[in-house]
């Protein structure tokens, strides 16, 4: 079996890039796929970077900058699943398109594209719910920090996307055209 085809999947924060890849997992599960979550190579407290935010001035954990993941770790564990025999691997996370090492190696670049009013309602109810956050606390960091980053570092990738999808209404068309598609790669690569 020859290389697997991979997937990146990246978009702004709450956009709908792990509901993408569950998808994506869920119904092709006949085949083998192993997905990379970037959130899992988020550095820890004490080594991963702060900035102050550009307006109040308030610093944050930064992460929503590359410098916040693991970066070499991550491209150490995609070689290695590279060479275990599977015929999917997805990498989801902001920064999936950001490193030049990683989208030189995507033979597919998706960005999900959901607007700001959305996603920070999105970032809300799963912060609150799963995190135990205050509508406060992930308000502040949302409007002091990460709408900031998004347009410096997120934002930008899209233009390097092979397949832009609509995060704010996912269409089951595009779905099936997407696994499809996927389904037809791994055929060709047999």
Same mark, same amino acid.
């Given at each position: 079996?020859?290389?697997?085809?991979?997937?990146?999947?990246?978009?702004?924060?709450?956009?709908?890039?792990?509901?993408?890849?569950?998808?994506?997992?869920?119904? *092709? #599960?006949?085949?083998?796929?192993?997905?990379?979550?970037? &959130?899992?190579?988020?550095?820890?407290?004490? $080594? @991963?970077?702060?900035?102050a935010?550009?307006?109040?001035?308030?610093?944050?954990?930064?992460?929503?900058?590359?410098?916040?993941?693991?970066?070499?770790?991550?491209?150490?564990?995609?070689?290695?699943?590279?060479?275990?025999?599977?015929?999917?691997?997805?990498?989801?996370?902001?920064?999936?398109?950001?490193?030049?090492? *990683? #989208?030189?190696q995507?033979?597919?670049?998706?960005?999900? &594209?959901?607007?700001?009013?959305?996603?920070? $309602? @999105?970032?809300?109810?799963?912060?609150?719910?799963?995190?135990?956050?205050?509508?406060?606390?992930?308000?502040?960091?949302?409007?002091?920090?990460?709408?900031?980053?998004?347009e410096?570092y997120?934002?930008?990738?899209?233009?390097?996307?092979?397949?832009?999808?609509?995060?704010?209404?996912?269409?089951?068309?595009?779905?099936?055209?997407?696994?499809?598609?996927?389904?037809?790669?791994?055929?060709?690569?047999?």
């Amino acid at each position: 079996m020859g290389r697997p085809y991979i997937v990146g999947i990246s978009g702004g924060t709450a956009s709908g890039k792990s509901t993408l890849s569950r998808m994506l997992e869920q119904e *092709l #599960a006949d085949l083998k796929v192993k997905t990379f979550h970037m &959130d899992a190579y988020f550095k820890p407290d004490g $080594v @991963r970077p702060k900035a102050a935010a550009p307006v109040t001035g308030v610093v944050y954990y930064d992460d929503n900058c590359p410098e916040t993941i693991y970066a070499e770790r991550l491209r150490e564990d995609l070689a290695r699943a590279a060479g275990e025999g599977f015929d999917i691997i997805l990498v989801e996370g902001l920064f999936a398109l950001w490193y030049d090492w *990683l #989208a030189g190696q995507l033979d597919l670049k998706i960005f999900i &594209d959901c607007q700001a009013d959305e996603r920070i $309602v @999105r970032r809300l109810r799963r912060n609150m719910a799963e995190r135990g956050l205050s509508f406060e606390e992930v308000a502040g960091v949302y409007l002091d920090m990460v709408r900031y980053r998004h347009e410096q570092y997120i934002e930008p990738t899209k233009w390097r996307a092979d397949l832009i999808l609509n995060g704010s209404s996912p269409s089951q068309l595009a779905n099936g055209m997407l696994l499809d598609f996927l389904r037809r790669q791994v055929r060709e690569k047999r």
